[in-house]
């Protein structure tokens, strides 16, 4: 079915792990007649979870597209992991949602997950409607988990509904907008309209001015009926809604139990009237800075927000159309890498059910099949349209481990199914380190880790375990030293000979010249893995042909990649060579070379060298009660506290930690705080390692030498 861009709602579902989402979503295409038997999530035959895997856990793992009519609109709903560990999912959908249903479990009340999901929101400017569910369970609370919800995120919360019974009795919802109670049969579905009983009357009367209050805050012309009336119009009031949920002036809280199927045709029949359609929402974001607003007349552009492979179809392609309308058999080109693509079939989507169609307009979702050479973060537009949609900012990995095969002829295997799941999933990095000799994946936290485990061996066959990753240490010095290097060898025929005068220094910016010697040619490096090395040429008298400058700087260079103590890289050292000898016949650039690394080595061990390790800032959201376990962990990781800060429930700390303790930090923090704890970490700097560290390095470097 085509609809017109004001009739699209695309909603996404977010929420921390087990408050409902997926059970949410199985209960409106229920509710709406899309399906018409409503599975479970322990039975493991809902919509959304619709993949092996993620049926044998009985949790989402990815996002997945469905959709319904709802009245007027085609709701598409985007329903999405709760666990941090998959928030490139999370980002993915966020992008393309006009609206954000967070789902809350009125059992436990604003949760991490929440307060984490939170930040996205306000970072994509998603205009946010809170949904308390599980208000049949015998323990919901929705008083404290409405009140936990306003004292976290403001008096912008304002709530819509409340149960007038909950738990067990739950089957009447007490509507302050529409100022009527809906009571629910035993089986859930469509309720029956009731007057407001007398003992509700004043708090209902109280919320629903609050409401018009709100409605008429955000524009001026309703400001002023409001003052006129002393009230609105009840559309008005829709109209005012409308504008305050968009712009975030309002977050509306609705109350339902998912799985009683109480309650969620009323929050379709929110978004029906007042979530706002991709023409209402601000127009989006370009990648050149400027912005758009959805066109269904403009020329055709679609953006790839997901990109999966299924056995025996191909790669599978997710995208939002920004302007214009996608008929099936148009021809499109990838603004990313200019190849032309055709788009052979469109579908629109119910998790693992897709239905093809002949067009979808502007601010609609769809799915498409085996593009050529598109991915994920892509536009592809008509000829002319010349325009680049704003990619996803993915987060930065918080974990990170070395991966082998049991076999090493395998190894050729893994690296191309990592490099498959890499294309499709933008939080996981593949790095092959030559400097460590590992492979090392990246990703978000150790469930991710395990689930591309899991994939490789289903899909791929090839196994791959997991192994302590190396660190990426650095080597580099701390005082001045100067070295007197021959190196001589005389077999046979021609010879070898070089003689070098090297000295080194810690290199900084803006350093003098070095202190005597007559500078001749100065070429300072960027060093590939940071840092610099500064090569000074001052040879006086000709003392080395300057022709056998570059080979000299190779040798040094070679020392820079593996460095003297433990074989890491070296950074910010100055080398300057300032005299040395030539033979008439046995000097070459090998001989160079060799003399060069044995001066660079020597020179080294005499300047107080130093090895640095990376520290890494880290930043831990939890709740009280695991603080003080989480605090004494982190004492045992070298970790220098930074800061703690309490934001209401929750407690953050900031902490600087060597990257060489955050080894399977990931399960260790879930594990510590019963998963009531999230972590991100960012690269901060290099710093010198202490002595005695230094001492255990270098001798685990000898041994696995002498190996
Ligand atoms: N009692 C009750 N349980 C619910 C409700 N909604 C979901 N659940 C249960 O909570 C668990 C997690 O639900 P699920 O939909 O997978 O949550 P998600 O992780 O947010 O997708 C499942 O066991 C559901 O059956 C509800 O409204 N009431
Ligand atoms: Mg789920």
């Known amino acids: 079915m085509s609809v017109e861009t004001k009739n699209i709602r695309n909603v996404v579902l977010l929420g921390h792990s087990g408050s ?3 059970t949410l979503s199985e209960t409106m295409l229920f509710e709406s007649g899309a399906i018409n038997r409503m599975g479970s999530v322990e039975a493991g035959n809902t919509m959304s979870d619709y993949t092996n895997i993620e049926q044998e856990r009985g949790n989402s793992l990815f996002s997945s597209l469905m959709h319904v009519n709802w009245r007027d609109c085609k709701i598409n709903i985007l329903d999405t992991p709760g666990f941090d560990d998959f928030v490139g999912e999370v980002i993915c959908s966020l992008k393309v949602a006009d609206t954000a249903l967070m789902v809350l479990n009125s059992t436990s009340g604003v949760e991490v997950g929440t307060e984490i999901l939170w930040e996205y929101v306000t970072e994509f400017g998603t205009p946010t409607v809170f949904v308390i569910n599980q208000i049949d369970h015998e323990k919901s609370d929705f008083e404290a988990t409405l009140e936990q919800t306003i004292a976290r995120f403001g008096p912008k919360v304002l709530p819509i509904q409340y149960p007038y019974t909950q738990g067990a009795n739950f089957n009447s919802i007490i509507d302050a ?3 009527v109670m809906y009571e629910f049969g035993p ?8 007057p407001i009983p007398d003992t509700e009357m004043a708090k209902a009367k109280e919320m629903h001015n609050a409401l018009v209050e709100a409605a008429a805050e955000n524009e001026e012309g309703l400001m002023e009926k409001y003052f006129d009336q002393g009230t609105l119009s009840e559309e008005d009031l829709t109209e005012g809604l409308r504008i305050a949920l968009a712009n975030q002036q309002i977050f509306p809280v609705f109350c339902c139990s998912a799985k009683q199927n109480k309650g969620s045709g009323r929050i379709m029949g929110f978004i029906n009237d007042i979530a706002p359609s991709p023409a209402d929402v601000p127009p989006y974001k370009l990648a050149n800075g400027s912005t758009k607003s959805y066109d269904s007349a403009a020329p055709t552009s679609i953006f790839i927000y997901k990109t999966i492979s299924e056995p025996q179809v191909g790669l599978v392609s997710y995208f939002k159309v920004y302007s214009g309308t996608l008929h099936t058999g148009d021809e499109l080109i990838n603004a990313n890498n200019s190849t032309a693509e055709r788009i052979n079939q469109i579908f629109e989507s119910k998790g693992k059910v897709r239905t093809s169609t002949e067009t979808l307009i502007a601010g609609d979702l769809g799915v498409t099949l085996k593009l050529k050479n598109s991915h994920t973060n892509e536009t592809l537009h008509a ?6 949609i704003e990619p996803i900012h993915f987060p930065e990995p918080r974990i990170r481990t070395a991966v082998v095969p049991p076999s090493k002829s395998d190894m050729e295997k893994l690296i191309k199914a990592l490099h498959q799941i890499e294309e499709e999933d933008p939080t996981l990095i593949v790095e092959q380190n030559s400097t460590l000799k590992q492979t090392i994946i990246h990703g978000q936290g150790q469930l991710h ?15 791959m375990d997991f192994e302590r990753p190396r660190i990426p240490y650095r080597e580099t010095i701390t005082r001045v030293a100067n070295e007197v290097y021959r190196h001589k060898k005389q077999s046979g025929g021609a010879g070898q000979f070089g003689e070098v005068h090297m000295r080194i220094e810690p290199y900084y910016e803006g350093m003098p010249d070095p202190d005597g010697l007559t500078v001749r040619n100065v070429e300072i490096d960027d060093l590939d893995w940071g840092g610099k090395l500064a090569f000074y040429w001052c040879i006086v008298g000709g003392t080395i042909d300057a022709k056998y400058s570059s080979a000299i700087k190779k040798g040094i260079m070679q020392k820079m990649v593996e460095g003297p103590l433990t074989g890491s890289n070296c950074q910010d050292i100055r080398v300057s060579i300032y005299d040395g000898k030539m033979h008439p016949v046995d000097s070459n650039d090998m001989a160079f070379m060799l003399a060069s690394i044995g001066a660079f080595k020597a020179a080294f061990k005499n300047a107080g060298p130093q090895i640095l390790e990376p520290i890494y800032e880290v930043d831990i959201t939890c709740s009280d009660s695991v603080m003080g376990d989480i605090m004494g962990d982190l004492q045992s990781r070298r970790a220098l506290i930074m800061g703690m800060d309490s934001d209401g429930h929750y407690q953050k700390i900031k ?4 990257i060489a303790e955050m080894y399977q930090y990931s399960s260790t923090l879930r594990s510590l705080s019963q998963g009531k ?6 690269f901060a700097e290099y710093v010198p390692v202490t002595p005695d560290i230094q001492q255990r390095l270098i001798a685990e470097h000898q041994e696995e030498e002498e190996d």
């Open 20 to 22: 409902g989402k997926t």
């Open 177 to 179: 907008l529409r100022m």
């Open 187 to 194: 089986d859930g579905g469509k309720p029956v309209k009731k």
């Open 383 to 388: 000829k002319g349209a010349d325009i680049v």
């Open 449 to 463: 880790l395990d689930l591309i485990k899991y994939r490789i061996e289903k899909a791929f066959g090839v196994h």
């Open 655 to 658: 902490a600087r930690v060597p």
């Open 677 to 682: 704890a999230k972590f991100t970490r960012k």
